[in-house]
């Protein structure tokens, strides 16, 4: 079989047939429930899709998670430096920016599900090499390895989903995607308690071993189809995610009017993207992007075993824990509440609420430097501090965390997302780098003057949120690019 053979199996949907779950027609008609078994059909394909390549996202937390408990391990073990502990912590942002340039050329190109199986090889090297690191060689090549493998991921699935989810259940569906996250990083946290870190790295590799083979059955998005001129193939994976028994033909219409005058791949000049419709989704996906990070989340999740230590926890491993199970399930609440509340609503409430905790975490450790140890106060602002960074947790899941993903998914125009999209994913990346780099730092300097400077930013993403950021929830992806025309 020829190379051009190859990536045109790639782009071809595996579902195309659908007799995974499909019922002989015959039997359906006849049968009292059938009309039960329509609406199952019509979201059970869906719905499989989404718990696959959730994988993916599950992967990138389980490799944010990593650095939190074993870094006592790693630095013993290896002889390391706290910076250097820390340059192997940012060294994932680094390989994910390299990832995200290429993301979208790379989804672009042979697909969604064919990025994410390139994703997912270096994804399981990167771990292996960690796993049996002598030095920081193998360890500093191993997270980087990982980070180029989670930058195309944290991409391509948003986007995967988002296409291929029905308008009603796009916000809630687009949501996994930052629910696995949350997943992967507290089977992290906990495994990281019974586990040490080589066979934790061995761990790592379980999700991605299990996306390639399993993205073979699904079908690929109708939209990349679609735009790549394959008109049988786009209307067979469509009909697939949406049942046999559904009509497709207004969605296959509104797909193709939404479609450049061609459909194979067109470049689109610099220049071009100082249009409105393409300058301001652009604009506020970027910008929610980098809010995103400059919140200080990272530096939490990273490195949160050392914030509960400077907070004076004894139990520091087991309170981590804790914040990512209560990150898991925060994030629940938004997988309900984004096609309920809306985006912008929640992306208001949570950064308000971050404010607020991260002013409380702020004070408390200012204080603290006040206070005698050992002291009654002191063991109140210790829980004070904790209780804070909680509550920054949930409030960021609540929508911060999930909801930039969503909007910038769905706001990108189609003719621009592989470019865009990157550009959107390497500027989350590139500050998520300076964040983790910088936290170890920064905490070691001071707690106080760290959450203050967090503060600041939650302060900013209300406002910006409030001036420029629409209202997507219930719209096709047709419609909201027709909003910013």
């Known amino acids: 079989m020829s190379l051009r053979e190859e990536n045109e199996d790639l782009k071809k949907p595996f579902l195309h047939t659908g007799s995974w779950y499909r019922m002989n027609s015959a039997s359906r008609e006849n049968s009292v ?44 073990d290896l002889g390391l430096t706290v910076s250097e502990f820390s340059l192997f912590g940012s060294l994932s942002n680094v390989g994910a920016m390299v990832g995200a340039i290429t993301s979208g050329q790379i989804a672009e190109y042979i697909g969604r599900k064919g990025s994410l199986i390139i994703a997912s090889v270096p994804n399981i090297i990167g771990w292996l090499f960690i796993s049996f690191a002598k030095d920081t060689n193998f360890l500093y090549m191993g997270r980087l390895l990982e ?80 735009k790549m001129g394959m008109a049988e193939e786009f209307q067979t994976a469509l009909q697939v995610l949406r049942g046999f028994d559904t009509d497709i033909s207004l969605e296959v219409n509104e797909i193709k009017r939404s479609l450049p005058s061609t459909n194979r791949r067109t470049a689109i000049r610099f220049a071009e993207l100082t249009q409105r419709r393409y300058w301001l989704p652009l604009m506020i996906g970027i910008g929610l992007l980098i809010l995103q990070q400059l919140s200080g989340i990272n530096a939490v999740l990273f490195y949160s075993t050392t914030i509960f230590q400077n907070a004076g926890i004894s139990s520091s491993d087991v309170a981590t824990f804790g914040v990512g199970a209560v990150q898991v399930l925060a994030t629940c609440v938004t997988l309900w509440l984004a096609d309920k509340a809306g985006r912008r609503i929640l992306l208001l409430v949570s950064s308000g609420a971050m404010t607020f905790s991260l002013l409380v975490v702020s004070i408390a450790f200012y204080a603290k430097n006040y206070v005698p140890e050992g002291s009654s106060l002191h063991g109140i602002l210790s829980i004070l501090s904790v209780v804070g960074v909680v509550v920054m947790v949930i409030a960021f899941s609540l929508g911060l965390g999930a909801i930039p993903w969503i909007i910038m998914s769905e706001i990108l125009p189609v003719n621009i997302k592989s470019l865009a999209g990157s550009v959107a994913t390497l500027a989350n990346w590139l500050f998520s780098w300076l964040v983790t780099l910088t936290a170890n730092m920064l905490l070691n300097w001071s707690s106080g003057g760290t959450f203050t400077i967090y503060t600041v930013v939650s302060a900013l993403t209300v406002g910006f949120v409030a001036i420029w950021v629409p209202e997507t929830k219930g719209k096709t992806l047709e419609e909201i690019q027709l909003f910013f025309k």
Request: net charge neutral; charged share 5%; with cysteine.
């Open 147 to 226: 980070g180029f493998g989670v930058g195309i991921i944290s991409y391509t699935v948003p986007v995967y989903i988002a296409e291929i989810a029905p308008q009603n259940l796009r916000g809630r569906l687009v949501s996994v995607n930052q629910l696995s996250v949350t997943i992967g990083i507290m089977l992290a946290y906990l495994l990281g308690i019974f586990v040490e870190w080589r066979i934790l790295a061995v761990l790592g590799v379980l999700p991605c071993a299990l996306l390639i083979p399993a993205l073979f059955f699904l079908p690929e998005s109708p939209r990349w189809l679609a």
């Open 33 to 76: 429930f059938s009309s039960t078994q329509a609406i199952r059909d019509a979201s059970i394909s869906v719905f499989v899709c989404v718990l696959v390549v959730a994988l993916g996202p599950i992967q990138f937390g389980f490799t944010a998670g990593y650095t939190s408990p074993t870094q006592s391990a790693i630095i013993n």
